[in-house]
C-alpha cells in the first residue's frame, strides 16, 4: 500500500503564493503518475495538476494554467510539490495528493485512474 502525506497547506492572501509538498511512501512502484486534486465545500472533488513518472509531462485544469506548478523530486521520483502563485479565493479548498498508473491527458483527469490519496491540506485563500 502506498501511503501520500501532503504538508505545505494553510492561510494565505489573495494575490499570495504557497508550496505543498507530498511524499510517497510505502510499498512505492515505478512508473506512477502524481496529481494534486482539490475538493470546495459542497462541491465534488477536482483535477488540478498531473505529472508523469519522469516528469516529461505535465498536466493542468484551465483555472489554473499558469499560475501553479507541478514538479518532482528527479532523483527519488517519490515526492511532487504544488506551487501556486497568485491565488484567488476561489482556490481555496482542501487539496489531495493522488498516485496512479494513468498516463496521457485524458487518462490523468479521470479520478478512478488514481489508487492511493492522501488526507489532504487545507488551503485557504482570504480577499
Known amino acids: 500500500q502506498v501511503r501520500l502525506e501532503e504538508s505545505g497547506g494553510g492561510p494565505v492572501q489573495a494575490g499570495g503564493s504557497l508550496k505543498l509538498s507530498c511524499t510517497a511512501s510505502g510499498r512505492t512502484f515505478n512508473g506512477n503518475t502524481m496529481a494534486w486534486w482539490r475538493q470546495s465545500p459542497g462541491k465534488e472533488r477536482r483535477f488540478v495538476t498531473a505529472?508523469?513518472?519522469?516528469?516529461?509531462?505535465?498536466?493542468y485544469a484551465d483555472s489554473v494554467e499558469g499560475r501553479f506548478t507541478i514538479s518532482r523530486d528527479s532523483n527519488t521520483r517519490n515526492t511532487v510539490f504544488l506551487q501556486m502563485n497568485s491565488l484567488k479565493p476561489e482556490d481555496t479548498a482542501v487539496y489531495y495528493c493522488?498516485?496512479?498508473?494513468?498516463?496521457?491527458?485524458?487518462?490523468?483527469?479521470?479520478?478512478?485512474?488514481?489508487?492511493?490519496w492522501g488526507q489532504g491540506t487545507q488551503v485557504t485563500v482570504s480577499s
Open positions: 493522488a498516485a496512479g498508473i494513468s498516463t496521457g491527458r485524458i487518462a490523468v483527469k479521470d479520478a478512478r485512474t488514481y489508487t492511493s
Open positions: 505529472i508523469s513518472w519522469r516528469g516529461d509531462n505535465t498536466y
